[in-house]
């Protein structure tokens, strides 16, 4: 062969391999510095991508997006079960003009939000899960939404844990639809309408949310169990909550009698109103609250019952 010909011959293979698309990887990098054209050499370490849009088609379902330095990366729509986390001392910020600033919407997707900065710049809701099997955010902030904070409307086991929402219009965080809940060592202040809430939406379905060790204060309720269709239940259960200086109620149900709420070992007080049952629904106290100093301290029937 000549060695013209032996040239060529190295040229169509490495145009050849150059044409190969990347593979996916179990982690891929965003930065401030980075490029979404980066995808080509898979949003790796030495060469991270701009955005969490563009990381997500190279990572692997199960795998993680690490955001490197101090950035916004923008909205991001979850298609697949995965892992987005800050890199520990730095901010990593979705900003959110229109829209969510999450949207999680494919059957079957399992998703780690963690160390998260999520603020609404006129956007509608932050996180909006509406199909998927499981959402945990994780030390993250979300707020300044014009509807809710973190939204489920699906049979999702969501955990929320460590975080901080605030300053939503509606709701901080809002589950239904059968949701199952898990709210441990969060704040969820100043939102227009409730701090935590568990509707039931679907008849004969129960949407479920345990909150502990947290905080739903200065909102207009602070822990709200709702039903809307006869049979649809919302269902809170509490322990070591303060749910404080609300403008209506600290704790409370309404809507239809398909409720139901159990808390102890929680604090009451500076509410319009401490414990309410406004909807006619099952309200249980385990008797070692401190529930004073409210408007009116209770409200329609509290069932005081003792620990098993």
């Known amino acids: 062969m000549s060695r ?3 040239t060529a011959s190295v040229v169509a293979v490495l145009a050849a391999l150059a044409s190969i698309p990347a593979q996916a990887v179990q982690r891929a990098f965003v930065a401030s510095y980075g490029n979404d054209a980066n995808t080509a050499t898979n949003c790796g ?7 969490f849009t563009a990381a997500q088609t190279v990572t692997d379902p199960n795998g993680e997006i690490v ?6 990366y923008g909205a991001v729509t979850i298609v697949k079960s995965i892992t987005i986390t800050a890199n520990p001392g730095f901010y990593a910020g979705i900003a959110a003009s229109t829209g969510n600033a999450v949207t999680i919407a494919t059957a079957g997707v399992n998703v780690i939000l963690r160390g998260l900065n999520i603020n609404g710049v006129g956007a509608t809701d932050g996180i909006r899960m509406t199909n998927g099997t499981s959402l945990s955010v994780e030390n993250c902030v979300v707020s300044n ?12 086991r ?10 939503n219009t509606l709701d901080g965080i809002a589950l239904e639809a059968g949701a199952t ?8 202040n100043a939102q227009g309408r409730s701090g935590i809430i568990s509707q039931g939406t679907v008849a004969a379905v129960t949407t479920t949310v345990s909150v502990s060790d947290s905080d739903a204060s200065g909102n207009a309720y602070g822990l709200v169990a709702y039903s809307t269709v006869a049979t649809a239940i919302g269902r809170i259960s509490a322990s070591h909550v303060s749910a404080t200086n609300n403008s209506f109620a600290g704790v409370s149900t309404q ?14 007080t500076g509410n319009s109103q401490g414990l309410a049952n406004s909807g006619g629904g099952t ?7 401190l529930v004073r100093q409210n408007g009116s301290n209770t409200s329609g029937t509290i069932t005081t019952v003792s620990g098993i």
């Open 4 to 6: 013209v010909s032996a």
């Open 283 to 289: 309200f249980e106290s385990l008797g070692n609250n």
């Open 181 to 188: 809940g898990s709210v441990v060592r969060t704040k969820a």
């Open 255 to 268: 809507g239809t009698a398909d409720t139901a709420v159990s808390i102890g070992s929680s604090l009451v």
């Open 45 to 51: 370490f030495t060469n991270p991508c701009r955005g």
């Open 158 to 167: 969501v955990r929320v844990s460590d975080s901080l929402v605030r300053g």
């Open 145 to 156: 939404f014009t509807n809710n904070g973190i939204w489920v409307t699906t049979a999702a």
């Open 67 to 72: 955001a490197l330095d101090a950035a916004g």
